[in-house]
């Protein structure tokens, strides 16, 4: 597609609820990151995919937390047994190459409400 | 490890009044720096980006960013605003050691209110 793509763009979810997180990267963009913005706060590093294998997942805050990548497409990001601490905006990023020189194109994010 | 600094959470400006968002960042290796914006309920573009060569960057936008490597600073520049450019603006730093996954390190962002 065109640009990255995510779904859904708002959740609202139920303290100790599962969600799964969608995004949709460029085509032809090996890399794929999710970073997580809570309110008044900068980007947090997630994951990082290159393909569908995931060599940095330092990020990730849990082990509520999960993702998985398909080929060089689809990525999910779920979160398990959610907690009123989840609540943020959740941004997938793909990348056209391996080389930190190429910038990063953004989707418009998940915003997630645990209530 | 990196970090990245902005100095000013919020900075409000006239419209048509010159302005700079400041960065700092620390690294023991050499980086790549970026510089996005976030318009409200969106995601985040590309302004401009420092690879090599020339310290002074320019972007979309009329954004420039000059690459200052002995005060590690990357500060963000525009002669003259538009209320159009109220929006979070984002610095980020990448190590520069070839084939490397690029993580960005993003700062806390800088939000720029434009008024009439």
């Known amino acids: 597609g065109a640009g990255v793509s995510q779904s859904p763009s708002n959740k609202v979810t139920e303290k100790g609820k599962d969600v799964e997180l969608r995004c949709d990267p460029i085509s032809g963009h090996t890399a794929l990151y999710w970073y997580r913005q809570r309110l008044g706060q900068g980007l947090e590093f997630l994951i990082y995919f290159q393909g569908n294998s995931a060599p940095d997942k330092s990020g990730l805050p849990s082990d509520r937390f999960s993702a998985e990548r398909t080929g060089e497409s689809v990525s999910t990001l779920t979160i398990q047994r959610t907690q009123q601490e989840d609540s943020a905006v959740y941004l997938c990023?793909?990348?056209?190459?391996?080389?930190?020189?190429?910038?990063?194109?953004f989707g418009s994010g998940t915003r997630l409400t645990v209530v | 490890a990196q970090s990245v600094t902005q100095l000013d959470s919020q900075v409000p400006v006239f419209e048509e009044a010159p302005v700079e968002l400041r960065c700092n960042y620390s690294?023991?290796?050499?980086?790549?720096l970026f510089w996005y914006v976030q318009y409200p309920n969106q995601g985040l573009q590309l302004l401009l980006k420092?690879?090599?060569?020339?310290?002074l960057v320019k972007g979309i936008n009329g954004f420039e960013a000059e690459f200052n490597k002995s005060q590690t600073s990357f500060h963000l520049r525009k002669p003259s605003v538009h209320i159009s450019d109220t929006a979070e603006y984002f610095c980020a730093v990448s190590m520069n050691y070839g084939g490397s996954q690029g993580n960005l390190i993003f700062g806390k962002g800088t939000k720029l209110s434009v008024k009439p």
């Open positions: 420092y690879l090599s060569g020339s310290t």
């Open positions: 690294s023991s290796v050499s980086v790549y």
């Open positions: 990023a793909s990348r056209q190459g391996i080389l930190s020189s190429y910038g990063y194109t």
